[in-house]
């Protein structure tokens, strides 16, 4: 049950990171920058849309890597456990 958590998490991680990708850069072709460019917006579209794909990059990429750090450490741990529970105990050798 633990590594299908780990499973659902690192999908969930990698969706979210598209999304903040896709929604940035979305947001960035079609806000509205007229305040900031002037009414000569449209020719300013496609520059908007790079720079809103360049921050969510950023921000997607701060967030995944965060969960991507709990979801590592998870692995390891079931991992670390599984490998405790089927260890075989052996005497050290004589010296």
């Not at 360049?54 to 670390?80: D, K, Q």
């Amino acid at each position: 049950m633990n590594r299908l958590l780990i499973g659902v998490l690192d999908l969930v991680n990698k969706l979210i990171a598209i999304g903040i990708i896709v929604s940035s850069t979305v947001e960035g072709y079609f806000g509205d920058f007229s305040v900031y460019v002037g009414p000569d917006f449209v020719s300013y579209r496609i520059l908007w849309a790079v720079i809103g794909f360049i921050i969510g990059v950023v921000f997607a990429s701060i967030v995944s890597g965060l969960l991507a750090a709990i979801i590592t450490i998870a692995r390891e741990m079931a991992a670390l456990r599984e490998m405790m529970a089927v260890r075989v105990w052996t005497t050290p050798p004589p010296r």
